[in-house]
């Protein structure tokens, strides 16, 4: 069988993991990681076992690239989860998962977080009536995500809603309105994280 064909990102590749950050195809039959239940390539070679810490690096380097954020945001996420309440590893879940550009795309506004980013960035999400620019806004129980109501805007995000219709997380709700908008019920928990992540090793791994 060849080799894999289409757009698929460099973690999956190597991985066979899908992190979604190919907007719609990942979840169709045309992503290529669907296409082939074998690791990429045209000679299967034996990969050797990963070592402990490669394990834990490993799984830090999928949650960046999954969510977009870069080493030093990362750690400033970590640092906040160490002096918040609970469990460290569920709260650095619950930041990422917050992001206003995470937000964006688990709601079917845009179809990657890329495009939920940039969306973001051109100032076509409001929170609470207000415009937000800044990606890594965290959004708060109570808030109102709302597309801008202007043409732009709307042809962006109903565009993307029609494409693919994505589920809805539950600690979000999302209306039906012409204008498309969604409240933040809660916070996000440990079961609304959409990626299979071992947060336990990327907490051993960044307390060291």
């Not at 708060?140 to 219709?165: C, I, P, T, W, Y």
């Not at 908008?181 to 051993?204: F, G, K, M, T, W």
């Amino acid at each position: 069988m060849g080799r894999i064909t289409g757009p698929v990102c460099r973690l999956c590749r190597r991985d066979g993991l899908k992190l979604f950050l190919k907007g719609s195809r990942c979840d169709t039959p045309k992503c290529a990681l669907e296409r082939r239940a074998t690791p990429p390539g045209m000679v299967q070679k034996r990969r050797s076992k990963a070592t402990d810490y490669g394990l834990r690096l490993r799984e830090k380097q999928k949650v960046k690239h999954y969510y977009g954020v870069l080493e030093r945001q990362f750690r400033t996420y970590f640092a906040r989860a160490v002096r918040g309440k609970g469990n460290t590893g569920e709260t650095l879940m619950s930041l990422l998962e917050r992001r206003l550009d995470n937000v964006v795309h688990r709601l079917g506004f845009a179809m990657s977080r890329a495009a939920a980013r940039q969306m973001v960035m051109h100032g076509h999400i409001t929170i609470n009536g207000r415009r937000v620019d800044v990606p890594s806004y965290l959004v708060k129980a109570g808030d109102l995500v709302r597309v801008k109501n202007r043409k732009k805007s709307l042809q962006l995000v109903h565009g993307a809603l029609a494409e693919f219709r994505r589920d809805v997380p539950d600690f979000l709700s999302r209306g039906d309105g012409a204008v498309p908008e969604a409240r933040v019920d809660r916070l996000p928990a440990a079961e609304d994280v959409s990626i299979p992540v071992q947060a336990n090793l990327i907490i051993e791994l960044c307390s060291k």
